[in-house]
């Protein structure tokens, strides 16, 4: 039997703004079934899930990916840094019913990012933060989420993704629509399940990646952070 303690550990952002549905998503992914009536969180909120990396190869192996689920509500702006030192990859969360929800994810983006890699904290002023170039050249991996779907009829009959313009399309990320509440969203061989599973093999590689390179990620920081500086970025939407 492997022992817990043996387990390599890799963490997760989940990110957007207070109500869009962060806490039900991660109760979601971690336990496989819905959670009704979340309280708004305060600080961040720990979840756990078992991955099988790479499942149903010769490579396969059992990860813990750790889910930080982090408060939305803007009291919480200047304290919330503290979650952002050590990630692997982030999920940014927004409600499919508010608009303006997913147009804030480019502001978390940064937030984060800003954090993460204290190079570009001077670009934040000018608008020349461009999170997909940033984001290539860290390759911290990404996935979108928009929640609620069961509350969006027009989304729902359009039953497409519609990422033209989105943020997800700018980063080039996967996005996927649910209901969070629903416990059969993810279940095993759907669409949605196999994009979440090839997120955590992407952080997982992320992580080994950073291990093997102590150096890479911050001359890459470096490198983003010139090139970002060079160039002046467009509003997603
Ligand atoms: N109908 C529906 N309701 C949802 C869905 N996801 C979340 N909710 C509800 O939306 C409300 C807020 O959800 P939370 O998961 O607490 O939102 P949060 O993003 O964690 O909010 P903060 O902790 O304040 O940042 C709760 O009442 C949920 O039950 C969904 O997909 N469909
Ligand atoms: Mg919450």
């Given at each position: 039997m492997v022992m817990a303690n043996n387990i390599e550990k890799a963490r997760v952002l989940i990110v957007g703004d207070?109500?869009?549905?962060k806490t039900c998503l991660t109760h979601l992914i971690a336990h496989s079934e819905s959670l009704t009536r979340p309280g708004w969180t305060v600080g961040c909120n720990i979840e756990v899930k078992l991955h099988e990396y790479k499942?149903?190869?010769?490579h396969q192996k059992t990860y813990f990916i750790e889910l930080f689920?982090?408060?939305?509500?803007?009291?919480h702006r200047n304290t919330r840094?503290?979650?952002?030192?050590?990630?692997?990859g982030i999920i940014l969360v927004h409600d499919l019913t508010n608009r303006k929800s997913q147009e804030n994810l480019r502001d978390w983006l940064f937030e984060i990012l800003n954090k993460d890699g204290?190079?570009?904290?001077?670009?934040s002023c000018d608008n020349t933060f461009d999170p997909e170039q940033f984001l290539g050249s860290t390759q911290l991996p990404l996935l979108v989420v928009g929640a609620k779907l069961d509350l969006s009829e027009e989304k729902r009959k359009s039953?497409?993704?519609?990422?033209?313009?989105s943020i997800a399309e700018h980063c080039g990320s996967e996005e996927i629509w649910l209901n969070?509440?629903?416990?059969?969203?993810?279940?095993?061989?759907t669409t949605d399940a196999v994009k979440l599973s090839r997120f955590f093999d992407r952080v997982i590689e992320k992580k080994n990646h950073s291990r093997e390179l102590p150096n890479a990620s911050s001359d890459r920081r470096k490198h983003a952070s010139a090139e970002a500086g060079n160039k002046i970025s467009s509003q997603f939407t």
């Open positions: 207070s109500g869009v549905g499942e149903g190869t010769p689920d982090i408060g939305g509500s803007l009291s840094g503290v979650f952002y030192t050590t990630l692997h204290k190079d570009i904290r001077n670009l039953n497409q993704l519609q990422k033209i313009g969070c509440r629903d416990s059969r969203s993810f279940a095993a061989g």
